[in-house]
């Protein structure tokens, strides 16, 4: 076996990486591949297609190949930026941020090195509010950062969380407060409180457990509900203390972004 060059592939996904990988299924409005020497697509989908809910969310793979390791980074960066997919969020932000930082540019990144030093949550994702229906637009926020003893207060675009709605799991971690990239990660932050009491879905997709009733008591951070997309599973947080007052979806239950799931009064 001779070994000649180095090939990266990427898997874009339709997943938004903004708000921990949450799937992002939806219709293709646009999609225009790369093309040059030494690039590949292996794509399942086309424009006008719709990634559904209830498969896989692979939209893709990207596949370059170079003489060295650093030109077969390089030509991917390139591909990455030709390519256009709208309409859905997807991971090309996600694989921008990793082949252009540093650590792994120099190979110094480990199997651990994503979950411990890289935070994605600072991205934004490549889709607009205009592209994928029913997301809000990015807002600016401002979050204290401690590096090395001292804090900053630093100013980041970040899309909203819908009202009344937490993620949280090992598949859609809440989302921490950002860091540089390059910190060490300080672990995923439960959901917070101060919600109105209405919990919406989050994306689209089947409720596949109840876990509260009407009359129920429950905390902030509490799991009420699972919604499962894509083959993930997701749990419904609480975001406010109080009483079930109604529950509007049943177990087997087909939801959209947006939709009223449960409510909690005082």
Known sequence: IERRGHAIECRINAENAARGFLPSPGTITRLRLPSGPWVRWDGGYEEGDTVSQYYDNLVGKLIVWGPDRDAARHRMIRALQELEIEGIHTTVPAHLMLL????????????RWLEEHV??????????????PGTPEAEPTTVPVEVDGRRFRV?????PTPAGAGVAGPQAPARPAPKPVGARRAGPLGSAGGGDGRITAPMQGTIVKVLVGPGDEVEVGQRVLVLEAMKMENSITAETAGVVTAVHVAEGATVSTGDLLLEIGD
Do not use: E, M
């Open 155 to 159: 100013t980041v675009w970040l899309p």
């Open 119 to 132: 935070d994605t949550s600072v991205l934004v994702s490549q889709a607009s509010a205009a592209q994928v």
């Open 100 to 111: 252009t930082h540093a650590d792994f540019a120099d190979a110094r990144h480990s199997t």
